[in-house]
C-alpha cells in the first residue's frame, strides 16, 4: 500500500520537474518549487511509515515551514527587481 | 472488525490523495497558461496532502505521530494557499497577463 | 522497493545538476539549486540518516537558497556567456574524474560491515552510548559528548564565519525604520508570517530539546531560528526586523553562545574532572551528561542562529550601486 502511493508521488515529482525545467517564465518554476516542496513532505511521511520511523515526521514539518520560506524569498527579490509596487 | 474497516479506510484515502495529487501534476504539466496551471497546483496539491495525511492519522492512531500529522496539515492549510496568493499577485505586478479566450472561437 | 526509489531520487537528481548548469537565468537556477537540495535530503531519508536529512532540509532548501537570492539581488540576473570553448576543461574534468573512480575500486564496498571504519571506534560508541550517556540518538552523543571537542571547534568556525561578514560588509542601519520605496507585501502574507512566526521559533526549542531523543539539536534549531526571524524580515520590511532584533545584540548573542560553551568545559576543570568533562557536572555521571550535553547544544544554537542572522543582514542591507540608489531589499 504505501509502496504504490509512493510511487504515484515519484511520478507526481518527475513531471512537476518537468515543468520546472519548461517553463517559460520565472513563475512557472518558483510553482513547480513550491509543488515539488509539497510533495516531498508527503513523500517523507508516507516513507518514514513505510520503514516504520516516525521520526520523519520531524523532518517533514521542518520542510513545510522551511518551503514557504523559500517561495517568497524569490518572489521578493524578482518584485523588487521587475515589479511596480505602486501599481494596485 | 473495527480495525478492518480503519485500514481499508486509511487505504482509499492515501490512493485517492495520491491520485488527486498526480492529477495535479498532469495539470500544472498540461494547462495553456500560468494562472491556470497556479489553480490547478493549490488545488490538487492541498486536498490530496489533506488525504493522504488523513489516512496516514488513522493508520496512526491516537499518539504523538497522529498530533504531528494533524500539525503538519495546520502548516499546509496555512502555508499553501498563502504562497499561491503571493505568485499570483506578483505575477499581477510584473505585468504577467492571463491568456483569455477569443471570443470568436466556440 | 527501495532500490527503486534509489534509483529515481538519483537519476532526478543527476537531471536537475544538468539543468542548473545549461540555464542562464540565476534565479531559476536558485530554484533548482533548492529543488536539489530537497532530492538530496530525500536520499537521506531512503539511506535512514535521519540527523543529516533534517540538517540537509532546514540549510539547503532554506538558508542556502536564501543567501543565494540575496546575492543575487544583489548582482546581475543573468548569466553571462562563457569567452571560451569548453573542449579542454571538460577532458580535463573526465580524466581526473576517471583517475578518481580507478582509485576508488580499491575501497570496501558502501555500507560492509567489516569496513575497518565500522570496526574499531563505532561499534564502541554505540554499545557504551546507554550506560555512559544515556541519550537514545547515538549521533547526538557523539557529537556532543564523545567528540564534544570537535564540535567546540565547529561552533568557533561558524562565530569566525560571522566576524568575517561583518569585518568586510558591515551592517548598514537604516536611518528610518521605514523607507519611502520599502515594498510593502500584501495584507494577507503580513498576517500569516505573524501567526507562524512564533511557531517556527517554538518549533526550533523544541528540535533543541528534543535532540536527544529525535532527530535534532543545536545546528538544526539554530537554523530554524533564523529562519523565522528571516520570514519576518521578508514581509515586514528590513527597518522593522531590525528594530525587532538589533543587529548589535547579534553580535553579543553569537559570542555568547561560544563562551557558553567553552565555560561548559572549564567548570568541568574547576569541578574537578578533564576539559569537557560532563561526568562531573552533576550528582552521577549520566545526570551529568545530560546536563552538559544541554548546555552545550544551546549554545550551539544560540551561535549559529546569530551567525545567520548577521549574514542576512549583512547581504540584504547593502544598496547595488552606491548609498542612494533605489532601495531593492
Redesign the interface.
Known sequence: MYSIATILILVAIAVGLVRAFRGPTLFDRVMAGNMIGTLTVLLVAVLGFMNGRPEFLDIALVYVLISFVSTIAVLRVYVSRHGDPDSD | MLDMLLDILSWILLLGGALFLLTGAIGVLRFPDFYSRLHAVSVCDTLGAGMVLLGLMLQGGLTLVTVKLMLIFYFMVFSGPTAVHALAEAAQVSGLDPVEDDPEDG | ?QY??DI??LG?LM??GF?IVRMR?L??V???T??YS?FS??LF??L?A?DV??TE??IG??IS??LL??T??LTT?YEKVPGHRSLLPLLVVTLTGAALIYGTLDMPHYGDPNAPVHRHVAPEYIEDTPEEVGVPNVVTSVLASYRGYDTLGEVTVIFTAGVGVLALLGVHLRKRTEQP?D????V??RV??K??FP??LL?ALY?LF?GDY???GGF?AGV?FA?GF??YA??HGLGNAERVIPPALLGVLAAAGVLLYAAVGIEGMLLGGKFLEYNVLADDPVSGQHLGILLIETGVGITVAAVILIIYFGFVSRRPGGADAQD??
Open positions: 522497493m527503486l526509489v529515481v531520487l532526478l537531471i536537475t539543468a537565468s534565479l531559476a536558485t530554484m533548482l533548492s529543488i530537497l535530503a530525500l531519508v531512503v535512514d535521519v536529512a533534517l532540509a532546514a532548501a532554506g537558497t536564501i537570492l540575496a543575487v539581488a540576473e520605496h515594498y510593502k507585501m500584501l494577507v502574507l500569516i508570517a501567526l507562524l511557531l517556527i518549533f528540535v528534543h529525535g532527530p535534532g538544526q530554524i529562519t528571516v520570514l521578508l514581509t531593492p531589499s
